[in-house]
Every structure is written in structure tokens, then in C-alpha cells.
């Protein structure tokens, strides 16, 4: 079984900062590109960031020089560091990995969410 744990959402007011985290845990072998996605009411889900293995980042359009993704190889865990924070950024916040395990099956995997709330 694997697992994604994310942590750090919350409520933040427009121009704020605020990080998340996602650690994956269980029977891992190893781990190739990680990501966030988010989505808010009534939209899509979105991709935000993604970063692979060898720490090649992409990112949308909408946030970039705002949001910076990083990851521990070591920690299976990746991050991301938003700043300037806007009401557009509002969403749940989903973790992704593309985990092989040591069974090597392959698969996509999801964090349970976080909520990033940006009001005033």
C-alpha cells in the first residue's frame, strides 16, 4: 500500500504566503515526477506543478514566480512554497506521484486534499 499525506493548507489573506508538503509513505521502490494540482468550486482540476526525479520543474502559467515546487528524493516528500497569494488561488490542493512500488506495479497516486483558502 501506498500513501500521500499532505499538510499545511489553511487560511491565508491576499498578498500572504503559505506552504504545503506531501509525504508518501509505504511500499515504495521508487518515485518519478511529483506534483500539485488543485481545484476549486465548480472548475476542473488543474495542474499547478510538477517536478520530476531529477528536479526539472513545470509549471501553469498562473503561477508562476509565485509558487516554487521542490522535493526530498530522500524523504519522498515534495513541497510547495506559494507566495503572493490571490482569492484565485482558493482550492483544494491535491499531491500526485507516479510511484513504482516494490511489487513493481506502477501507478498514479493521490493525496486526500488540502484546503487553501485566500480571502480577506
Known amino acids: 500500500q501506498v500513501q500521500l499525506v499532505e499538510s499545511g493548507g489553511g487560511l491565508v489573506q491576499p498578498g500572504g504566503s503559505l506552504s504545503l508538503s506531501c509525504a508518501a509513505s509505504?511500499?515504495?521502490?521508487?518515485?518519478?515526477?511529483m506534483g500539485w494540482y488543485r481545484q476549486a468550486p465548480g472548475k476542473q482540476r488543474e495542474l499547478v506543478a510538477t517536478?520530476?526525479?531529477?528536479?526539472?520543474?513545470n509549471y501553469a502559467d498562473s503561477v508562476k514566480g509565485r509558487f516554487t515546487i521542490s522535493r526530498d528524493n530522500a524523504k519522498n516528500t515534495v513541497y510547495l512554497q506559494m507566495i503572493s497569494l490571490d482569492p484565485e488561488d482558493t482550492a483544494v490542493y491535491y499531491c500526485?506521484?507516479?510511484?513504482?512500488?516494490?511489487?513493481?506495479?506502477?501507478?498514479?497516486?493521490w493525496g486526500q486534499g488540502t484546503q487553501v483558502t485566500v480571502s480577506k
Open positions: 500526485n506521484a507516479y510511484i513504482i512500488t516494490k511489487q513493481f506495479r506502477v501507478d498514479d497516486y
Open positions: 509505504g511500499s515504495i521502490f521508487s518515485i518519478n515526477a
Open positions: 517536478i520530476t526525479r531529477g528536479y526539472t520543474t
